[in-house]
């Protein structure tokens, strides 16, 4: 089955950095833009970044943009999110999840990046403090 | 303060219907596929809508969409205490370019 595995998270000083993993399985990683969303203890759901099936396009919300930076490695089936110069508001539980499936041409599906998210992860703990 | 707007609490008894709203503006709801996700406390996210109003597999036809023009509503018949969660309205945003997220509903069952 479609599967999603973030790993990385821990306890940071400020100004630190760190990077998290995702890994995928159960579907055609290659194909498939994703998206890292983080949740803050107690808040709502806050988008982070997105990179698309190809890596042509990446996009980072204002709040991380310059601090954070969203790659992948296709031929690991994984996703990163690498984190600069954290903060305590960086604090939050991160997911990373897939776009669902936008079409299928040729035997293959994609999803685009600019669609909605289908599979979550569990999420990986960040915590920012000195 | 988020670019999505939901109400922050709903409440409905065992068996009624309840809606919950997601306003926004051209350049997110109005031009793109609306999402609903549910929560349950301590848990990931879970897809319940997607573009719009469709459901996926699993999910049980009491969860229902719904858009029109830069606004969507999520609704949810034969409430159940098991309903009870966080619910999230989401879209791209193509002035921002990334998606965007409402502040969330907490939706009780008394």
């Known amino acids: 089955q479609v599967q999603l595995v973030e790993s990385g998270g821990g306890v940071v000083q400020p100004g630190r950095s760190l990077r998290l993993s995702c890994a995928a399985s159960g579907f055609t990683f290659s194909t498939y833009g994703v998206h890292w969303v983080r949740q803050a203890p107690g808040k709502g759901l806050e988008w982070v970044a997105v990179?698309?099936?190809?890596?042509?396009?990446?996009y980072h919300a204002d709040s991380v943009k310059g601090r954070f930076t969203i790659s992948r490695d296709n031929s690991k089936n994984t996703l990163y999110l690498q984190m600069n110069n954290l903060r305590a508001e960086d604090t939050a539980v991160y997911y990373c999840?897939?776009?669902?499936?936008?079409?299928?041409?040729?035997?293959?599906?994609?999803?685009?990046?600019?669609?909605?998210?289908?599979?979550w992860g569990q999420g990986t703990t960040v915590t920012v403090s000195s | 303060q988020s670019v999505l707007t939901q109400p922050p609490s709903a409440s409905g008894t065992p068996g009624q219907r309840v809606t919950i709203s997601c306003s926004g503006s051209n350049s997110n709801i109005g031009s793109n596929y609306v999402y609903w996700y549910q929560q349950l406390p301590g848990t990931a996210p879970k897809l319940l809508i997607y573009r719009n109003n469709q459901r996926p597999s699993g999910v049980p036809d009491r969860f229902s969409g719904s858009k029109s023009g830069t606004s969507a509503s999520l609704a949810i018949s034969g409430l159940r205490s098991e309903d009870e969660a966080d619910y999230y309205c989401?879209?791209?945003?193509?002035?921002?370019?990334?998606?965007?997220f409402g502040g969330g509903t907490k939706l009780t069952v008394l």
């Open positions: 999840a897939k776009v669902e499936t936008a079409y299928c041409s040729g035997g293959s599906c994609y999803g685009d990046y600019y669609y909605g998210m289908d599979v």
């Open positions: 989401a879209t791209w945003d193509d002035s921002l370019s990334g998606q965007v």
């Open positions: 990179m698309s099936y190809d890596g042509s396009n990446k």
